[in-house]
């Protein structure tokens, strides 16, 4: 394995909604393009980043990665053994048509081919990645808006070390099937920055969910579970806030995410991976 040195980047900034009634559509950063693997990568503007030293790393080497748990994409090197990465959080693993064991994440953390980390080890690489595309606020310069939020928001991930594995269930998500969300349904999601939280659905829109629980930047790619029966529904994509439309007043901050049927159903009829 080679050690890397991964720096603090985030995904998933926060998006301000102009009635109380209606959720705010995703804003996530621009996916970069998708140079070869050590070659230096575009960043990836609004989303924060430092420069980490190329001093040895003390974590030791990882052994696994589950549902839940950090991951880093890298998104260009900054000479000296320094990189740039984006922290999000790896949501499902399933099983590829060709039966490649996969994992799922937010397509606006990482563009095909951009190594993925674990534990500053780089352990894998992006396969396929679909976002929306965005665009510059001329009046905010740094800050990037979709032009349709509603395009897809999903990636896939392989494991490249043979000494790691892809773990299917984590000790607080074990999902069993996938499910279709509903309207009140109870739910959990876990993000590797904000940890294990519950709420309950509020709305679905075609391939999305929205629920109630409150959630930061870094979860991007985590899993939702309905508790119920233990179904995987979808994938973190973006934090919501709702806000009152003549006082600016914060009202209501939601989670959205991106169905794990559609992602399941554009990976080419992958299966999500129980065991």
């Given at each position: 394995?080679v050690?890397?040195?991964?720096?603090g980047a985030?995904?998933?900034p926060?998006?301000?909604?102009?009635?109380?009634?209606t959720?705010a559509?995703?804003?996530?950063?621009?996916?970069p393009?998708a140079?070869?693997?050590g070659?230096?990568?575009?960043?990836?503007?609004?989303?924060?980043?430092?420069?980490?030293?190329?001093a040895?790393?003390?974590?030791p080497?990882?052994t696994?990665?589950?549902p839940?748990e950090r991951?880093?994409i890298?998104?260009?090197?900054?000479?000296?053994g320094?990189?740039?990465?984006?922290?999000?959080?790896?949501?499902?693993a399933?099983t590829?048509?060709?039966g490649?064991?996969?994992g799922?994440?937010a397509?606006?953390?990482g563009?095909?081919?951009?190594?993925v980390?674990?534990k500053?080890?780089?352990v894998g690489?992006?396969?396929?990645s679909?976002?929306p595309?965005?665009?510059e606020?001329?009046?905010?310069?740094g800050h990037?808006?979709?032009t349709d939020p509603?395009?897809?928001?999903?990636?896939t991930f392989?494991?490249?070390?043979?000494q790691?594995?892809l773990?299917?269930?984590?000790?607080?998500?074990a999902?069993?099937?996938?499910?279709?969300?509903?309207?009140g349904?109870?739910?959990?999601?876990?993000?590797s920055?904000?940890?294990?939280?519950?709420?309950?659905?509020t709305?679905?829109?075609?391939?999305?969910?929205?629920?109630?629980i409150?959630?930061?930047?870094?979860d991007?790619?985590?899993p939702?579970?309905?508790?119920?029966?233990?179904?995987?529904?979808g994938?973190?994509?973006d934090a919501?806030?709702?806000?009152?439309?003549?006082s600016?007043?914060?009202?209501?901050r939601?989670t959205q995410?991106?169905s794990?049927?559609?992602?399941?159903?554009?990976?080419g009829g992958?299966?999500l991976?129980t065991?």
């Open positions: 394995m050690t890397i040195a991964v720096s985030v995904m998933m926060a998006t301000a909604a102009a009635a109380p009634s959720p559509a995703p804003s996530p950063s621009p996916k393009a140079p070869k693997p070659t230096p990568k575009p960043g990836a503007p609004g989303a924060p980043s430092s420069q980490a030293p190329a040895p790393t003390k974590n080497a990882p696994s990665v589950a839940g991951i880093d890298l998104q260009r090197s900054l000479g000296g320094r990189f740039e990465s984006l922290q999000c959080t790896m949501g499902f399933v590829a048509p060709n490649e064991r996969l799922v994440t397509g606006h953390c563009a095909p081919q951009q190594p980390g674990v500053k080890w780089i690489e992006v396969v396929q679909a976002s595309k965005v665009e606020d001329p009046k905010r310069p990037f808006s979709p509603f395009q897809p928001d999903w990636a392989r494991l490249t070390d043979p790691v594995k773990l299917a269930s984590s000790p607080r998500i999902p069993r099937t996938v499910g279709t969300a509903r309207p349904d109870p739910v959990c999601q876990l993000g920055v904000n940890g294990y939280a519950c709420g309950k659905v709305k679905v829109m075609n391939d999305w969910v929205v629920t109630d409150q959630t930061v930047q870094g991007s790619g985590g939702l579970i309905r508790t119920t029966d233990n179904a995987a529904l994938i973190i994509t919501v806030t709702l806000t009152d439309r003549e600016g007043a914060v009202t209501q939601l995410y991106y794990l049927n559609a992602v399941l159903r554009s990976a992958a299966q991976a065991r």
